[in-house]
Nanobody, 126 residues
């Protein structure tokens, strides 16, 4: 069975940093995507970033230059380094896994992803 387990959430002041981790078990990353999503209170779950198995990355505009998605393939760990945090970055963060789409890309559509972690809470205060 595929399992994704997030960790690393917590509280930070605006301008601070957090690093989220996602441990993937039972999942073959080759030819697929890992992504991070977040959901604030009363909001829809939104895509944050994606990492394709060849190392290609994508970010939503609001986090470009502040967040970095990466992987440690040997440890099947995926990370989201979040710097210069803002209060609007607060929410539950989820890692997700799924195949590349028909164009070979990693979409931002949450319906595309087959596997999800349980989430880790991030709270940024001003």
């Amino acid at each position: 069975d595929v399992q994704l387990v997030e960790s690393g959430g917590g509280s930070a002041l605006a301008g601070g940093s957090l690093r989220l981790s996602c441990k993937a078990s039972g999942y073959a990353f080759r030819g697929s995507c890992m992504a991070w999503f977040r959901q604030g209170p009363g909001k829809e779950r939104e895509w944050v970033s994606a990492l394709r198995s060849d190392g290609s990355t994508r970010y939503r505009d609001s986090v470009k230059g502040r967040f970095t998605i990466s992987k440690d393939t040997a440890k099947t760990l995926f990370y989201l380094q979040m710097n210069s945090l803002k209060p609007e970055d607060s929410g539950m963060y989820y890692c997700a896994a799924g195949p590349v789409n028909e164009y070979g890309g990693c979409p931002g559509d949450k319906a595309h992803y087959n596997y999800w972690g349980q989430g880790t809470q991030v709270t940024v205060s001003s």
